[in-house]
C-alpha cells in the first residue's frame, strides 16, 4: 500500500535496552508514526574496531520497527569518529588557527580534506549500503548530519586549496588580478606563498571570499563521495540531508545538487518568545524548498525544550501541532521529531524528545500522535500539491559571505536584511520563493527582491535589467552591486549596471552611527514618518520618481526610496534601512500594488500560505499568537481537519491551524 505521508521520530535503540525496542515500537505504532531516522550516531558501534564491522543489533533493531510497520531511514555516522579512529589516525583531527588539532571528544571535529578520513568514511558508508540494501524496511538515506563547513588550518586543507585555486585561476597573474594584490604589496609569485586567511577582518577579501567558497566545497565533495557509494547500492532508495536552515558558512545551492529531495532541522522556539510569528523559520522554510525548487522533509522537528549545558523553554499546549502544521504548509511532505525519547547520557541530555527521561508517554506524546493522525487523515489532498509564488528573493551564499568579510556598515547582515522585506510579505499574506542568483526562468516571477545583493557579475546584472524591460518588478537596496566575482569592487557609479532598470545614481553614501538617525518622509504612494539608520546612500533620481525623502538640510535633494518605469517593468530601491517595521509594510504594499498583485488583511500574528496541484488547492491559516483570532476565508470552502465549511469566517483559538480546500 502507498504511504502517502511519512511520520515519526529520531531513534536511538543503542541507547536503550534490548527490552525497551518493544516497547517503543508499539507506542511509535500507537502514535500514528511509520518512519524513523535511525544510525547517524552509532560508527563505533558498528565498526567497534577498524575493519570490523557489526550490524546484528541494528538488523534486530530494524525487525522490531518493521514489525510495527515502521520504515527507517539510516544515516551515515561520519559526523562524529570512533577513538579508535583518533588514536590511530590523528591527522584525520581538524586543525585550529594556532596550528593544534582540535581535541577528540566532541562531533564534527574530523578534517574534511584528510584523504584517510574520506576513506574511513567511505568504507563505513559502503559497508553499511552493502548490508542494509535489501532491508525490507530500509526506503532511505541521510548524509552525515549537519554539514557545518569548520574551517580546518592543517598542511591536507592548505595543499588541497592551493590545488582548488590552480584549477580556478590557471595562472598566478589572473589570481594576482583578480584579488587586487597590488594593494599592499601582497603579489604573490609562487603557489606555495598563499596564506589560509586566519583574520576576515584584515586579510584580503578576495581570498577570504575564495577561502569561504573552498571550505563549503570540502563538504559538497565530502557529501557526494557517500552519495555516489549509496546509490551504486541502493538504487531504490532516496538519499536527503539534514540542512540547518539558515546557517550561512556552507552554500546550500551546491549541497543540494546531488540529493532527491532536502531535509532541514527545524527549531524554532529558540530565542522566540511564545505567541510570537517565528518568521525565521518561514523563511529557512521557504530557502530550503528554494535549494531544488521543491517539496522538502523535517528530518529533526522541536519536540521539547533544547540544550547542552542549560535547556530552554518548553513547548505550550498546542504549539508542537502548530509547529508541524507550519511546516507542512511552507511545502514539508515529511515529519520527523527530534527526539524519541530524552537520553539520559551525553552533552544532549536537556534535548527533551517526545518522551521524557521515564519514557512514559504524556503530553508531547499525545499532541505528536494527534497531529500525525491528522496529517493521515489529509495527506491524500496534499499529494502533489507545491506552493506557487509570484514573488521570489534571491538569496546569494556569496554576498552573504562578502558581507560578513567586509560589510561596509557596521551592522549589515545579510540575512537579517532579507527577513525585513520578507517578514513585511508574510504579514501581507504573500507567499515567497528564495531563488538562487543563477535561477533562470525569472518571467514566471511578477516581483523578485534582491536585497544586499553585495557581489554583482555583469551576467547577473544583465539578466536583471533584462527581467525588470521585459515587465518584472525588481526590488534592490544598500551595498547593490558594489563588487565582482572576486569581491573587487567595480569601477563604476553605483548600482552599476543596474542604473538604467532602477533610473538613480549614488555617487555617495555613508554609514549612520547607532547613536542618531536620519528622519525620512514618505510620499502618499510610501506613506509614514521614519528613522534612517545603518546606512544612507545618497540616491540621485535620474528618471525615477521619489517614495520618500530624508528630511536633513544636506540631503534634501536626495531619495530614500525610489520607483522607476523601465521598459514593461518597474524598478525600486530603498537608500536606507528604518527603526520601523512599517516602513517596509508600507513599501511592499506600495510594491505589490505596482506588479497587481493583492495584499491579504490578515490579524497580526496569523499567516496564510498556500499548497496547490492541478486538481486542489489548500490555503494553510496558522494562528502563531496566544489570541483567539477571526479571519475571513473564501465562502463555501471545506477545512479538512475538522470536516466543517466556514460560513466566510473562521475563528482560530491560540496556536490553532485550519486547512482550506479551495
Request: proline share 4%; net charge negative.
Amino acid at each position: 500500500m502507498e504511504v502517502l505521508m511519512f511520520v515519526g521520530v529520531d531513534y536511538y535503540p543503542e541507547h536503550w535496552s534490548l527490552e525497551r525496542w518493544e516497547t517503543d515500537a508499539r507506542l511509535m505504532k500507537e502514535a500514528g508514526f511509520n518512519v524513523v531516522r535511525i544510525l547517524e550516531f552509532a560508527w563505533a558501534k558498528m565498526e567497534p574496531q577498524e575493519g570490523s564491522f557489526d550490524f546484528g543489533w541494528a538488523d534486530m533493531a530494524l525487525g522490531v520497527l518493521a514489525q510495527n510497520g515502521i520504515s527507517a531511514i539510516i544515516g551515515t555516522p561520519t559526523c562524529s569518529m570512533p577513538a579508535w579512529a583518533k588514536q590511530k589516525y590523528p591527522e584525520t583531527l581538524a586543525m585550529d588557527k594556532n596550528g593544534r588539532r582540535i581535541e577528540w571528544g566532541v562531533r564534527a571535529n574530523y578534517c574534511s580534506s584528510s584523504g584517510t578520513y574520506r576513506l574511513l568514511s567511505s568504507r563505513i558508508t559502503e559497508a553499511m549500503a552493502q548490508h542494509f540494501k535489501d532491508t525490507a524496511n530500509v526506503i532511505g538515506w541521510q548524509t552525515h548530519n549537519e554539514f557545518d563547513a569548520h574551517q580546518c588550518y592543517c598542511e591536507s586543507c592548505r595543499s588541497e586549496f592551493h590545488a582548488w585555486l590552480r584549477k580556478k585561476y590557471s595562472t598566478l597573474d589572473e589570481l594576482n588580478r583578480a584579488w587586487g594584490t597590488h594593494f599592499w604589496c601582497h603579489c604573490i609569485s609562487d603557489w606555495s606563498q598563499i596564506p589560509l586567511p586566519v583574520d576576515f577582518k584584515t586579510h584580503n577579501p578576495g581570498l577570504c571570499l575564495d577561502w569561504k567558497r573552498f571550505v563549503s566545497h570540502l563538504d559538497v565533495r565530502f557529501q557526494a563521495e557517500q552519495i555516489e557509494i549509496i546509490r551504486r547500492a541502493c538504487p531504490n532508495h532516496f538519499v536527503t540531508h539534514n540542512c540547518m536552515g539558515l546557517f550561512k558558512e556552507l552554500n546550500y545551492f551546491d549541497l543540494a545538487q546531488d540529493l532527491d529531495f532536502v531535509s532541514w532541522d527545524n527549531y524554532p522556539i529558540d530565542g522566540v518568545a511564545p505567541g510570537t510569528h517565528p518568521v525565521w523559520s518561514s523563511m529557512a522554510a521557504d530557502l530550503m524548498r528554494g535549494l531544488k525548487n521543491k517539496n522538502f522533509w523535517i528530518m529533526e522537528q522541536s519536540a521539547g525544550p533544547h540544550g547542552w549545558g542549560t535547556y530552554g523553554r518548553n513547548l505550550r499546549p498546542g504549539e508542537l501541532r502548530k509547529i508541524a502544521y507550519h511546516q507542512l504548509a511552507h511545502g514539508a511532505d515529511g515529519m520527523i521529531w527530534f527526539r524519541w525519547r530524552s537520553c539520559t547520557a551525553g552533552r544532549e541530555q536537556y534535548w527533551h524528545g517526545l518522551l521524557g527521561h521515564d519514557g512514559k508517554p504524556l503530553r508531547r506524546y499525545q499532541e505528536a500522535a494527534k497531529t500525525a493522525s491528522e496529517f493521515h487523515r489529509i495527506s491524500s489532498k496534499l499529494k502533489g500539491t507545491v506552493t506557487l509564488s509570484s514573488v521570489a528573493i534571491i538569496y546569494d551564499y556569496e554576498s552573504l559571505w562578502a558581507a560578513q568579510i567586509q560589510p561596509g556598515y557596521a551592522c549589515n547582515d545579510y540575512v537579517s536584511k532579507i527577513a525585513r522585506y520578507y517578514a513585511a510579505l508574510k504579514r501581507a499574506g504573500i507567499d515567497v520563493d528564495m531563488i538562487p542568483p543563477s535561477a533562470d526562468k525569472l518571467e514566471k516571477y511578477k516581483v523578485i527582491l534582491a536585497p544586499g545583493l553585495y557581489v554583482m557579475p555583469d551576467a547577473l546584472a544583465r539578466k536583471l535589467d533584462g527581467y525588470v524591460r521585459n515587465g518584472g518588478v525588481l526590488i534592490c537596496d544598500g551595498r547593490t552591486g558594489v563588487k565582482d566575482s572576486s569581491s573587487l569592487c567595480h569601477e563604476r557609479t553605483l548600482p552599476g549596471l543596474l542604473s538604467d532598470a532602477l533610473g538613480i545614481s549614488i555617487e555617495e553614501y555613508e554609514a549612520v552611527s547607532d547613536k542618531f538617525s536620519y528622519p525620512v518622509s514618505g510620499t502618499e504612494s510610501l506613506p509614514g514618518n521614519y528613522a534612517a539608520i545603518s546606512y544612507c546612500d545618497w540616491v540621485k533620481p535620474v528618471t525615477a520618481e521619489k517614495l520618500a525623502s530624508y528630511q536633513d538640510w544636506h540631503l534634501q535633494d536626495y531619495a530614500a526610496a525610489t520607483r522607476n518605469r523601465c521598459g514593461k517593468g518597474w524598478g525600486f530601491y530603498l537608500g536606507c534601512e528604518t527603526r520601523e517595521d512599517s516602513y517596509y509594510d508600507a513599501f511592499i504594499a506600495c510594491v505589490l500594488n505596482t506588479a497587481g498583485l493583492k495584499a491579504l488583511d490578515l490579524p497580526s500574528g496569523v499567516e496564510v500560505s498556500i499548497r496547490a496541484s492541478e486538481s486542489c488547492r489548500l490555503m494553510f491559516l496558522i494562528n502563531h499568537s496566544e489570541e483567539t483570532l477571526k479571519i475571513a476565508v473564501p465562502v463555501g470552502a471545506r477545512e479538512l481537519v475538522s470536516g466543517l465549511i466556514p460560513k466566510g469566517q473562521i475563528e482560530l483559538s491560540r496556536y490553532e491551524v485550519a486547512v482550506l480546500e479551495l
